[in-house]
Nanobody, 124 residues
Framework: QVQLVESGGGLVQAGGSLRLSCAAS????????MGWFRQAPRKEREFVAA????????YYADSVKGRFTISRDNAKNTVYLQMNSLKPEDTAVYYC?????????????????WGQGTQVTVSS
């Protein structure tokens, strides 16, 4: 089992920045590829970013490319999502997820463990 706890969400004005953190415990963190997803009210959960076990491979959704940066610190068992130039359409609950295996995945149903989520609200 892997336990994931997100933090860093909040209310920010459009154009502002937030940094989300996801702390992992339970199993060896470096064995898992990690992803960030988000879900807005009445919408499907959507992929935001993902990073390989070593951090060498990174994927972003087109909607966040150039504004968001995913990173990980395996020594601290933590994955981060730096969000800059935030827009009102970024408003959602943000979830981190862990996937056992080598591949970096963009489909939420391929992830094995999930955090409880953290709310990000961007005001216009």
């Amino acid at each position: 089992q892997v336990q994931l706890v997100e933090s860093g969400g909040g209310l920010v004005q459009a154009g502002g920045s937030l940094r989300l953190s996801c702390a992992a415990s339970g199993r060896t963190f470096s064995n898992y590829a990690m992803g960030w997803f988000r879900q807005a009210p009445r919408k499907e959960r959507e992929f935001v970013a993902a990073i390989s076990r070593s951090g060498a491979v990174i994927y972003y959704a087109d909607s966040v490319k150039g504004r968001f940066t995913i990173s990980r610190d395996n020594a601290k068992n933590t994955v981060y999502l730096q969000m800059n130039s935030l827009k009102p359409e970024d408003t959602a609950v943000y979830y981190c997820a862990a996937s056992n295996g080598l591949e970096v995945k963009t489909l939420h149903y391929l992830y094995d463990y999930w955090g409880q989520g953290t709310q990000v609200t961007v005001s216009s």
